[in-house]
C-alpha cells in the first residue's frame, strides 16, 4: 500500500506560479508511474501529467503543456508539479496518484485557486 500526501495549494494571481509536493510513503518499490490529476468545480477529475518511475517519460494535457513541469526526488521519494502562468481556468483541486501494476492510490488532494 502507498500513502500519498499532496500540499503547496492556495490562492494566486493570474501569471503567478505555485509548485505542489506530493510526499509518498508505504510500498515505493513497488511505484510504476505518478501523476498530477485536477478537479474544476462542478466538473469531472482531468489528467494533468505523469512521470515514469525512472523518470525517463514524462507527458502532459494539452491545456498545461509548456506551463508546466512534473518531476521527482527519489531521495525524498516526493513528486512535484511545478505550474507556471497560471490561469483562472487552472483553478481546481490537485490530486497525487500512484500506480502500482493494476492497483493505484490517490492523494487527499490540494486547492489551487486562480483568481485576481
Known amino acids: 500500500q502507498v500513502q500519498l500526501v499532496e500540499s503547496g495549494g492556495g490562492l494566486v494571481q493570474p501569471g503567478g506560479s505555485l509548485r505542489l509536493s506530493c510526499a509518498a510513503s508505504?510500498?515505493?518499490?513497488?511505484?510504476?508511474?505518478m501523476g498530477w490529476y485536477r478537479q474544476p468545480p462542478g466538473k469531472q477529475r482531468e489528467f494533468v501529467a505523469t512521470l515514469t518511475s525512472s523518470g525517463a517519460y514524462r507527458t502532459y494535457a494539452d491545456s498545461v503543456k509548456d506551463r508546466f513541469t512534473i518531476s521527482r526526488d527519489n531521495a525524498k521519494n516526493t513528486l512535484f508539479l511545478q505550474m507556471n502562468s497560471l490561469k483562472p481556468e487552472d483553478t481546481a483541486v490537485y490530486y497525487c496518484?500512484?500506480?502500482?501494476?493494476?492497483?493505484?492510490?490517490w492523494g487527499q488532494g490540494t486547492q489551487v485557486t486562480v483568481s485576481s
Open positions: 496518484k500512484a500506480k502500482m501494476g493494476p492497483l493505484e492510490s
Open positions: 508505504g510500498s515505493i518499490f513497488s511505484i510504476t508511474r
